[in-house]
């Protein structure tokens, strides 16, 4: 039951850290707005990787900052680090602890550039090799899958964005403890749903632009909590080849938010649904796409860019309901552990 | 059988190339070395985004340069591209015809920066936006799902690697079209092992550093001809998390070079075949990784840095006799087209 009073704590941590982190956010887009650099280098994994998707979007979108995903092992095993002139140097943690994103760090630093680090332990070795550091204040997460250090993330990526960019309109974040609480509201429909789909041994998981990262996320989840195999995708990248697996019955989870994506995103849903006749579960915020949907849940009418954590709270529900529903022990999945150190 | 006659065509193809393209990308390679830039952008779609994956480990270890990969709804849908201060904007792409990575490439032009293309059509649009065109000389490809063009690109791409850096022993790459026929010769094999896992509805395919690629276009390819559902992973990625799917007879294929990461990816198959009995299908040049799986196929002893090129041969016709094996028409999978334009 952990995993699921740590998704009922959302709204609180998000009350918390909106107020906790505005003033050193601010303080932080400062320094980092006084910096030469061309693009950011993000390393992180699993759960934090998925925040980094956020990132590439969010920040190129509102900030004009390209995002690169590093490669740890370059700087690991291979030895073989690349040049990172023009490098913002960027590690995104919950714990600060992996060996291979911490060698990352290390060789900005060697490097001479500036390091920031997105972490729930902000005494970690992570950010110990950082010059600048967010600290999520998620509190302390107990349950082995990541669900509010995740959306803690999200929203340190986005109030640093917003900080650092006055068109992007940062009032709209103190909405998301409100909004996240009316997502939680729904959680007998997203129970049902899950009781529907409980006999899914694998599935596709879409989302696009912002909501890459919750295809990601969402997938990573039902592997971890459920052992259901769930493969996320673009729409883009779906119709670039994995397409051909969508046969009847094939469960398709969704993320449809308004934006400019949503008509795409609507087009693929009315291919699997009526011509390949998949089973589809579709998270949205317009009705045209519940309707579209063989299982509808919806989600708050929020602006597109903060929407994924509104959407991944809908999608950690389903998970943990998934799991309990399959008799599973939600709080510590087989062969996981909490932190996990790679090289 | 086109998709059969088209992996056989593989040497010549390697012959042809490496013999065409020395001159053009020495000439090339001056004129980037003048250049002044700190990363290359890549952008790229399906097939072409796993040879973007291999250039992200080769030309970052080899040549030092970053690489981002692009997201390209950014520069259509969403009209909010990054800065690209700094770049090096590359677009891969068989056909040069996708829109979206057309927008990419013309984004770039429009800053001002210099601009790469790879691809099989050097008269596309997309090799139109570009002031450097590597044509990866492939000869016509027919069969929908990409194999020869695909292990063209990433012979272009560690050419143009070999021809930046003295360091880089370009000169091994004449051994290629040997060691491709030399896994061609092992299709008997290769058939018997896809005759064993025909039974197969999903799967992990797990690859890391130079052949993370490998384990992201082996995963595309059984999904568009086979129908399978495959889920790749870097080993890194797969302990944080998606392990836990791995359950008795669940199918794991693997490709184990020789190199920095070997030991990585043995630790992981031994847990993964011993403690979880899962069924490991392995591709290797080393013995004790085929001692270590359910299922082994030999591998030439190449230098890791080219190793994805046979990797994915063998994993290319171990994919079409699984298809076969299955009765379906590998040449011409269900929804699919050869050139995907997606915006």
């Known amino acids: 039951m952990t995993m699921r009073s740590e998704i009922g ?3 609180e941590v998000f009350r918390r850290a909106l107020a906790v982190n505005e003033e050193p956010l601010s303080e932080l887009a400062g320094r980092i707005s006084a910096l030469q650099f061309d693009y950011a280098l993000i390393a992180a994994r699993g759960t934090s990787d998925n925040a980094a998707r956020y990132a590439k979007y969010l920040w190129a979108a509102h900030n004009g900052i390209p995002i690169a995903l590093a490669a740890p092992s370059l700087f690991t095993s291979y030895q ?3 040049r990172l002139d023009g490098a913002l140097v960027v590690g995104i943690s919950q714990s600060g602890e992996s060996p291979d994103l911490i060698a990352v760090l290390a060789e900005g630093r060697k490097q001479g ?4 680090a997105i972490t729930n332990e902000p005494e970690s070795p992570l950010a110990e090799q950082a010059d600048m550091v967010i600290d999520i204040a998620a509190g302390e997460e107990l349950a082995v899958a990541a669900t509010k250090t995740y959306t803690a993330q999200l929203l340190a990526v986005a109030m640093l964005s917003a900080a650092l960019d006055s068109e992007t309109p940062g009032e709209e974040l103190s909405s998301l403890p409100g909004h996240v609480e009316s997502v939680i509201a729904t959680e007998d429909t997203i129970n049902a749903v899950a009781a529907d789909l409980a006999d899914m041994r694998s599935c ?3 989302g696009r632009g912002y909501n ?3 295809a990601y996320e969402w997938a990573l989840k039902v592997q971890e909590v459920t052992y259901v195999l769930a493969h996320p995708y673009s ?3 779906f119709r670039h080849g994995p397409i051909a697996v969508a046969e009847p019955g094939f469960p398709i989870l969704a993320v449809a938010a308004d934006g400019p994506l949503f ?3 609507m087009q693929l849903l009315g291919e699997v649904t009526r011509e390949k006749h998949a089973r589809t579960l579709v998270l949205s915020n317009r009705a045209e796409a519940l309707a579209e949907a063989r299982f509808a849940v919806p989600l708050p009418a929020v602006p597109e860019w903060i929407s994924p954590i509104p959407a991944i ?8 309901h998934l799991g309990a529903i399959k008799g599973l022990d939600t709080d510590q999945p087989r062969g996981l552990n909490k932190v996990t150190r790679t090289t």
Chains 1, 2 share one sequence.
């Open 9 to 11: 704590e959302q709204p």
């Open 80 to 82: 073989r680090p690349p």
């Open 204 to 206: 596709a998981v879409l």
């Open 212 to 214: 890459h990262s919750t």
């Open 235 to 237: 729409t883009a990248d």
């Open 263 to 265: 008509d795409d995103m």
């Open 113 to 116: 550039r500036p390091i920031l």
């Open 313 to 320: 709270v809908a999608a950690q529900l389903f998970t943990y």
